[in-house]
């Protein structure tokens, strides 16, 4: 009782609303934003213009720091949390305690807190975690990647922040890149349809909007970030923060539509990317990031840093901070995700505006540009976060549309081997099956890197979900025997007369530049899984990756293969297409090499040649709606009966794999 009403107290002091105080326009929500603007600027100092450029981590933040900097933004760094398993209602709490500290300050200018929430709200306990950007694009459904967006930003609100740095709209162009999955696809166009998970986070822009101005619509929508600007996912051999050599018709046709996009679409910021464009650092280029991204695309939000971003542009890392703080700030970059040495940063970019190496209107224009995001949003009117969603983390609602998303991302590579019957659908009434693999009952591999820590974790403990064998048991009749090893020999598998087996295997969760890769192999003992299990008994095998790997040598062995990406949280969703609950509907956002030796390699390349091409997948119907076609079947006569035996056939033939559908 007594600290709502501190707090409600302290709200009215700042609103300047108590009898007698001065009128100020910029705290009247009745004013136009830009006049708003305009009249904060008029009253800030060159020191509280320069706090609002910085964004720290929360590891360093306090609410002195805050108050006495006037900085603009707090993040929470990959795995970076209040407390070990937080609740929701503990991240508000800390929030907020950050929030009275920038509301303390000389002009009460609120912080904006930012998080990575690139597959779900990925860095909380209990959030619904969804499947990675590769395993959206395979689903080709813009439509569920907004109402994912729509699901991430309820997450994302009931923890009280309202800033994400996602969506990663990256054209991934070779899989040894360590960031791959955080990729729709390949296909620039893939890429670009998927930038409707921006009206998911923020809301649908309202019509007559001018162009490139932000928009976030309300307090169930967060501010969106597109990044990472521009090319990276281009770059030689696929290496991470390594250059992308293309000319300009190239960058601009590749990489740069899902940046026009994202910009008609109302994106609140974009983040620069760590990589260079032919030798040139992005954080530093000026002809984009100001030239074509601000000018040409006229984006009016922010243009953000990545993670000690400015430092890169120096090799070795900060090797000349005052010369990096001068080469971002100049190139066009607002606000510099520090994050953990702010005092350097104020005093170098004070130091080159004091001495005219940075003018004046270029610190203007970035303060105006992070301001107009804060009043858009409604940050000014609402700069505490309450209890009110904490209920939508981890929602029912949330796991049931992750699981949708998981079943619909799912790519059905094979189905029976030559000659024989599909495999798929399997049998829920077997006597007995075996589930084994590196991936069949570990969560944490499921989800991939992004979650909960910034390389991701192995095991069942650190969130909730249901892993595959988890999913296997709650679908399969309760008189089939379950037999799970993980690393089973032939001979156990020879002697045990099973039906068939499911065996997970893929790669163990990475991020950045830990997933950089010049071999694509599964994890230890995968191939000996596969060989052990699929030479014995028939065998589905599912591939848990954030990409396509090497599996060209065991594919013969193999009676049905899927590629289930990294899908997060919701296993269940790969047992209702195992099982036939719903059909495969999955189409490859990528190629699918047959050796390393190719990469790179896409679709339109010379020396295409891949073991599955780009959109290959093939489709199957569900058991209940083969079985409502048979029961029709059975009332028709003579050559229609004939007819739809014909037609069932073919579509068994096609989804073993026969006929390659694209």
């Known amino acids: 009782?007594?600290?709502?009403?501190?707090?409600?107290?302290?709200?009215?002091?700042?609103?300047?609303?108590?009898?007698?105080?001065?009128?100020?326009?910029?705290?009247?929500?009745?004013?136009?934003?830009?006049?708003?603007?305009?009249?904060?600027?008029?009253?800030?100092?060159?020191?509280?213009?320069?706090?609002?450029?910085?964004?720290?981590?929360?590891?360093?933040?306090?609410?002195?720091?805050?108050?006495?900097?006037?900085?603009?933004?707090?993040?929470?760094?990959?795995?970076?949390?209040?407390?070990?398993?937080?609740?929701?209602?503990?991240?508000?709490?800390?929030?907020?305690?950050?929030?009275?500290?920038?509301?303390?300050?000389?002009?009460?200018i609120p912080m904006i807190y930012g998080i990575d929430a690139v597959h779900g709200h990925n860095n909380v306990y209990n959030a619904t975690i969804f499947p990675h950007n590769v395993g959206l694009g395979a689903t080709r459904d813009p439509a569920l990647v907004k109402k994912i967006g729509a699901a991430t930003a309820l997450e994302v609100r009931a923890t009280g922040i309202p800033y994400v740095f996602a969506p990663c709209i990256a054209v991934c162009r070779d899989p040894r890149w360590g960031r791959c999955y955080e990729s729709y696809s390949e296909d620039h166009k893939i890429v670009e349809e998927m930038t409707d998970i921006i009206f998911g986070l923020q809301g649908d822009i309202p019509s007559g909007s001018r162009k490139g101005v932000p928009y976030v619509g309300g307090k169930d929508k967060v501010a969106a970030c597109a990044k990472h600007f521009v090319g990276d996912g281009g770059t030689t051999r696929g290496i991470n923060e390594?250059?992308?050599?293309?000319?300009?018709?190239?960058?601009?046709?590749?990489?740069?539509?899902?940046?026009?996009?994202?910009?008609?679409?109302?994106?609140?910021?974009?983040?620069?990317?760590?990589?260079?464009?032919?030798?040139?650092?992005?954080?530093?280029?000026?002809?984009?990031?100001?030239?074509?991204?601000?000018?040409?695309?006229?984006?009016?939000?922010?243009?953000?840093?990545?993670?000690?971003?400015i430092d890169r542009i120096t090799s070795p890392p900060h090797l000349n901070y005052t010369y990096s703080v001068q080469a971002a700030i100049q190139a066009g970059i607002d606000m510099v995700m520090v994050p953990f040495n702010h005092t350097e940063f104020v005093d170098d970019l004070t130091y080159l505006v004091n001495s005219k190496v940075i003018p004046m209107d270029r610190i203007d224009d970035a303060v105006e540009r992070i301001l107009l995001v804060k009043f858009t949003m409604g940050l000014f009117e609402n700069p505490f976060a309450d209890f009110s969603l904490v209920h939508e983390l981890g929602s029912q609602a949330h796991r049931d549309l992750a699981r949708e998303a998981v079943r619909k991302s799912l790519v059905l590579l094979k189905n029976g081997k030559g000659g024989?019957?599909?495999?798929?659908?399997?049998?829920?009434?077997?006597?007995?099956?075996?589930?084994?693999?590196?991936h069949a009952d570990n969560l944490g591999y499921q989800c991939g890197g992004w979650t909960i820590n910034w390389q991701g974790f192995s095991g069942n403990n650190?969130?909730?979900?249901?892993?595959?064998?988890?999913?296997?048991?709650?679908?399969?009749?309760?008189?089939?025997?379950?037999?799970?090893?993980?690393?089973?020999?032939?001979?156990?598998?020879?002697?045990?007369?099973?039906?068939?087996a499911i065996v997970a295997v893929g790669e163990p969760p990475y991020a950045?530049?830990?997933?950089?890769?010049?071999?694509?192999?599964?994890?230890?003992?995968?191939?000996?899984?596969?060989?052990?299990?699929?030479?014995?008994?028939?065998?589905?095998?599912?591939?848990?990756?954030?990409?396509?790997?090497?599996?060209?040598?065991?594919?013969s062995t193999i009676d049905a293969l899927v590629a289930a990406w990294l899908p997060g949280t919701e296993g269940q969703g790969v047992i209702d297409a195992l099982y036939g609950d719903y059909g495969f509907s999955g189409k490859l956002p990528r190629t699918w090499f047959k050796t390393v030796d190719q990469l790179p390699m896409n679709v339109e390349d010379s020396h295409y040649d891949p073991l599955f091409p780009l959109g290959f997948g093939l489709k199957t119907d569900s058991?209940?709606?083969?079985?409502?076609?048979?029961?029709?079947?059975?009332?028709?006569?003579?050559?229609?009966?004939?007819?739809?035996?014909?037609?069932?056939?073919?579509?068994?033939?096609?989804?073993?794999?026969?006929i390659p559908i694209y």
């Open 512 to 555: 950045e530049t830990a997933g950089d890769s010049t071999t694509l192999t599964m994890m230890d003992p995968g191939p000996s899984v596969v060989t052990n299990v699929c030479g014995a008994v028939k065998c589905v095998v599912v591939i848990i990756s954030g990409r396509p790997i090497v599996i060209e040598p065991y594919v």
């Open 242 to 309: 390594n250059n992308t050599v293309i000319d300009v018709h190239g960058l601009l046709s590749m990489y740069m539509p899902a940046y026009s996009y994202s910009v008609i679409k109302g994106v609140s910021t974009i983040m620069v990317s760590y990589s260079s464009w032919n030798g040139e650092k992005m954080h530093a280029n000026h002809e984009l990031i100001t030239g074509f991204l601000k000018n040409t695309l006229k984006f009016k939000g922010f243009v953000i840093s990545d993670w000690q971003g």
């Open 623 to 658: 058991v209940a709606s083969i079985v409502s076609r048979s029961t029709s079947a059975a009332a028709l006569e003579g050559p229609c009966l004939f007819i739809l035996i014909i037609t069932i056939s073919l579509s068994f033939y096609f989804t073993a794999g026969k």
């Open 462 to 500: 650190y969130t909730r979900g249901t892993t595959i064998l988890g999913a296997i048991n709650s679908t399969v009749d309760p008189s089939t025997e379950i037999v799970y090893r993980e690393n089973p020999d032939a001979d156990f598998v020879k002697s045990n007369n099973f039906d068939y």
């Open 420 to 438: 024989t019957t599909p495999l798929l659908p399997l049998s829920k009434k077997a006597s007995k099956i075996l589930v084994a693999g590196t």
């Open 1 to 108: 009782m007594g600290r709502g009403l501190l707090k409600l107290v302290v709200g009215v002091l700042w609103l300047g609303m108590v009898v007698g105080a001065e009128y100020v326009k910029y705290k009247d929500p009745n004013q136009p934003v830009a006049a708003r603007i305009k009249d904060l600027m008029s009253k800030m100092t060159l020191a509280e213009k320069i706090g609002q450029m910085v964004q720290i981590d929360r590891t360093v933040a306090t609410e002195q720091i805050l108050r006495d900097y006037s900085i603009g933004s707090v993040l929470s760094g990959g795995g970076s949390a209040p407390l070990p398993q937080a609740s929701a209602e503990d991240w508000v709490n800390m929030i907020n305690a950050y929030q009275n500290g920038s509301l303390a300050s000389r002009l009460g």
